[in-house]
């Protein structure tokens, strides 16, 4: 099982189907988990899924549209009631405060969750910690809509055929990485001799929104995307006039923006069968997977030809 994950709770966009719950989506990453969405019925897609909602240091909500937010009341009191150690941030748009307020306090329950609210006015860092941060880009929608990006910070990958070559070893490891430089019997060795520079990986979360260009900015590089095609090219114009995007649309945003792996969803009812919508994104792009509940899709592994 990869620990950097992408994992499906619904795929629906306004309204559930037979087959479809409505909007969630896990990202497991190493032991922290961020949930992007949580629409009604979030809790329940968890168990089902076998994912583990104590990993959840982070919830993305893009806008206050009900299929992507009703499930957060239950979410928060689900994570008190597991008395869940460590705070959990919120990040959402600034202008729905309103909207976050009244779900944070839905019903009445025991409340022991040390929630941090993230209200987000603008594009740029939300939060940061070691393993990674979390940026937003504002969408195409109304209400306000932010995307999200996952971005682990730039790293380096230790050479041990030059380690060896030098007689570098133990503790004389951890003093290089650590201060960049290593003085041995007068000789200066530098870290950029005994290791390679290891790129951090990206994920994008884009959601709800007409074409922009903050959907490709969001994308940009990410080694996973994942993008709502609400509609087929057939009905353009409809997304046009909700501002969604096609299939064609998001694959073209996972193409010009130079992603990996792109991971469609928030289908419309009107599509029973979305290979029509899958088709379309993989006439545009070649790598794309069509979201299913509990669906589980591993981040590619990561690039080494841009080290």
Request: hydrophobic share 40%.
């Amino acid at each position: 099982m990869s620990s950097r994950e992408l994992v499906v709770l619904g795929s629906a966009s306004q309204t559930p189907t037979r087959q479809r719950n409505q909007n969630g989506y896990l990202l497991r990453w190493d032991g922290i988990s961020v949930l992007f969405d949580p629409g009604e019925g979030t809790q329940r897609q968890l168990l089902l899924a076998g994912a583990s909602p104590t990993a959840i240091h982070h919830i993305c909500v893009t806008h206050f549209h009900g299929d992507h937010c009703l499930g957060l009341p239950g979410m928060l009191q689900r994570l008190s009631l597991d008395r869940v150690p460590h705070p959990v941030e919120v990040c959402f748009p600034a202008s729905g405060q309103e909207y976050f307020d009244r779900l944070r306090r839905a019903s009445a329950y025991e409340d022991h969750l040390e929630v941090v609210p993230v209200p987000v006015a603008g594009d740029g860092r939300v939060t940061s910690g070691p393993a990674f941060a979390i940026e937003a880009v504002r969408l195409d929608h109304d209400p306000d809509c932010f995307g999200w990006r996952v971005v682990e910070p730039d790293g380096i990958r230790m050479r041990p055929d030059r380690l060896e070559a030098l007689g570098i070893h133990g503790p004389a490891v951890g003093q290089l990485v650590a201060e960049g430089e290593l003085v041995r019997d007068g000789e200066r060795v530098g870290l950029d001799e005994v290791a390679d520079a290891r790129p951090g990986q990206r994920m994008a979360f884009v959601m709800d929104t007409g074409l922009c260009d903050g959907a490709v900015e969001l994308a940009a590089g990410a080694d996973l995307v994942v993008c709502e095609a609400t509609f087929a090219s057939a009905d353009a114009a409809l997304a046009r006039r909700y501002r969604h995007l096609t299939a064609a649309d998001a694959a073209r945003v996972a193409r010009d923006a130079g992603a990996r792996r792109l991971v469609i969803t928030h289908f419309s009812q009107r599509y029973p069968d979305v290979r029509v919508l899958l088709d379309e994104a993989l006439a545009v792009f070649d790598d794309v997977v069509a979201a299913e509940d509990l669906l589980r899709v591993a981040v590619p592994d990561r690039r080494t030809d841009l080290a």
